[in-house]
């Protein structure tokens, strides 16, 4: 090989390397890396394909669902019959109404019918006589709503507040390291059921927020409140290391306002962190919230959520245990394929990085 | 050292000021409302309303009330009986709330210390066996089942194991959920709470075999790691002696928090679903009745653990430690 005609220096790398190869260097973003060593990830794929999958199902359910199952997530159907091949809706008249009622006066509930009723109590009726299938589609779009509601808000004000207490330091980062430990004093599931309880009594009416006592926003709030130190307190480390290096200095020199160093150098170097983040605790969250709904702090019945069916089913799970595995089995596809995603995720964008979710 | 240890036991009694305020809030001031017509029942007449109000002092301003209801969490905590009315009050039955926690501490305890024991060693067994396998297999076997643990709800899985185990077999494994004091049977309390503990335990084994993998994976490639090796020791020895002395040091942290926030009603939906009457289980089954005051009992005594125990942490730590301790 022909010596090169210069040194190799930063100026003269692009021309060396035409020479060489005939190709110039393509700049390349920390973003597009981490996307080349994700894509060659396929079980974090195939994890996020699943997760689409349960979304869209779940998401898509007040459009497709009625014309399926022909019933809403909250009405009951107790006299309903069932005769192998279709569902007859009460009052049934007529003698030749042969086969098995929803709910039995014993007490007994209809098992799944899986495809042979054309589409009507696919995975069986719950005691009220109501379609677990379309309980389960309903509620998946509520713990859904919650898990990636509550994510979104407790990522967007731990960035918020770990970039303020990075950023100024002093008595404000005093205070909100602080509050930080005061939510961290509580076990996270008691402080997020006394919040719950206490809320779901009358609903929230202070500071001119007015929110009703079954409305959603409540489970999303608390849950993205007490979670948002175990976000903050990383992140706010990351922040005040990345406040003493020199670009931040040169930034500073420059006159670039708080707002521009926070927003525009900050940020972009604590955002992949935040991804994983939220990714990871959307997964948490959802599981946050099918504990709160289960005791009864969360999503209030008779909205539907996983947590709440599961607590539906519990107390027949000798006769129909399909009522408590359905949801259960919901739950931990949706939350094991957001933690294989996210591991990848982490993995593509630092791999070193030490970002954790505790529960 | 002394110094140290003051100063870290009055900042703990700071935060437990701040966390009783914060509990104050949330249960007097957010639900809104009047409490006294709750607990006045369905069909309260006025004159009832105004003497509930007085009794249970919520005709006071708010800092009087806290100060009452901090008086009356002191004395619930006195030894001996109670006048009915001087107490921590449930809102529903009237029960004393502080006695009522002390009621199922027993049970909570062993809970506790029992599945403690089985999440440390089983969750140091995964992370280590797993580190020590990286990229072959067995880590491959073993990572997933973490992952599928730490995804499964702790509830569910509980219901399940129960059903499975206890419920539908003709003849169970497991007793059917409830507790039986140690006292009147050890074989049959150690019956009662095997299942309990290996529920509780499996989210925790899986949550600290994967930090522990990666902060093994980490330290490996530390030069004192190099160094004991090149010096010739066993593979053996370094892991032990060089490798998880460091590891396990974000691990311990892990395990007293958890471990404080479990025997401060932490495992209130484990307790809820093998039905072991301990604090957790005492707030889930007033949360139905959204009764405030045992809630918010069992709410400053869990944070009461995990402010004590992350203090006594952090003298731990000072005394192993010497970078830690404060000049």
Known sequence: MAEPATDFTLDTAQVLAEEEHGASIVGRSPWYLAWRRLRRNYIAFIALFVFVVIAVACSLAPIY?????????????????????????????????????????????????????????????????????????????????????????????????????GFYGGWVDWIITRSFDLIWAFPVLLLAIALGSALSINGFHHFGISISPHSLWIPTLVISYVYVPYVGRPLRGQILSLREKEFIEAAIGQGASPLRIMFSDLLPNVASTALVFFTLIIANNILTEAGLSFLGAGVQPPNPSWGTVIQEGQERIISAPWLTLAPGIAIVLTVLSLNIFGDGLRDALDPRAKVRVEH | MTAFI????????????????????????????????????????????????????????????????????????????????????????????????????????????????IWLFWGVMVGVLSAITAGRWADRMITTVALVGISMPVFWLGIITRYFLAEKPSHPWFPDGGYVPLTASPWEWYKHLILPWFVLAVLFIGFYGRVLRSNILDTINEDYVRTARAKGLTPRRVLAKHVLRNSLIPVVTLFGLDFAAVLGGGAILTETVFELHGVGFYAAERVGALDLPPIMGVTLYGAFFIVLFSAIIDVLYAFLDPRIRPA
Not at chain 1, 67 to 93: C, F, R, W, Y
């Open chain 1, 65 to 165: 669902a009625h014309h399926i199952a022909h019933t809403a997530p909250n009405a009951t159907h107790t006299e309903d019959i069932v005769n192998g091949k279709q569902v007859l809706s009460a009052p049934v008249i007529g003698t030749d109404a042969q086969g098995n009622v929803v709910v039995e006066k014993a007490g007994g509930v209809l098992g799944p019918t899986w495809w042979h009723a054309h589409g009507r109590f696919v995975l069986g009726a719950d005691g009220l006589g109501r379609d677990v299938a379309v309980r389960l589609l309903y509620g998946g779009l509520n713990s859904l709503k919650i898990g990636i509601g509550s994510a979104l808000i407790c990522v967007m004000v731990a960035v918020l507040l770990a970039l303020l207490a």
């Open chain 2, 6 to 117: 003051i100063r870290r036991f009055l900042g703990m009694i700071a935060v437990l000021f701040a966390v009783s305020i914060l509990v104050f809030l949330i249960f007097i001031i957010v639900p809104g409302g009047d409490p006294a017509s709750r607990i006045a029942g369905k069909h309260p007449t006025p004159q009832n309303v105004v003497n509930i109000k007085k009794k249970w002092g919520f005709d006071k301003p708010f800092y009087v009330q806290y100060y009452e209801m901090m008086r009356k969490v002191g004395t619930g905590l006195l030894p001996g009986n109670h006048s009915q009315y001087d107490v921590l009050r449930s809102f529903d039955d009237q029960t004393n709330v502080v006695h009522e926690i002390k009621k199922g501490m027993p049970a909570t305890f062993s809970l506790t210390i029992g599945a403690g024991l």
